[in-house]
């Protein structure tokens, strides 16, 4: 089963950037779209960006024009350039993988924290 590993969630000041990574293991039949994922306490988790596997990125309205979504197939890895982060930024990041199988994974999950 696809395992994927995040990093680089932290703590940061507002106007500050931050980059997540996240990789994945064990893939056996390919993957389709990567993205990433949040939830801030109280709220629904969100889609923040995907990407497909052809390099295609999709971006929610609030994160356009600062972050950038990128992946490395050769290396199953994901990354999220966050740039001018906002204190409403703040949340759980969590990256999401899709095989060629449909099946949907997910990473455990890394704090963002962005200070006013």
């Known amino acids: 089963q696809v395992q994927l590993v995040e990093s680089g969630g932290g703590l940061v000041q507002a106007g500050g950037s931050l980059r997540l990574s996240c990789t994945a293991s064990?893939?056996?039949?390919?993957?389709?779209?990567m993205g990433w994922y949040r939830q801030a306490p109280g709220k629904e988790r969100e889609l923040v960006a995907d990407?497909?596997?052809?390099?295609?990125?999709k971006y929610a309205d609030s994160v356009q024009g600062r972050f950038t979504i990128s992946r490395d197939n050769a290396k199953n890895t994901v990354y999220l350039q966050m740039n001018m982060l906002k204190p409403e930024d703040t949340a759980v990041y969590s990256c999401?993988?899709?095989?060629?199988?449909?099946?949907?994974?997910w990473g455990q999950g890394t704090q963002v924290t962005v200070s006013s």
């Open positions: 999401n993988a899709v095989n060629r199988l449909n099946r949907s994974y």
């Open positions: 064990r893939v056996i039949f390919g993957l389709n779209a």
């Open positions: 990407i497909t596997n052809s390099g295609s990125p």
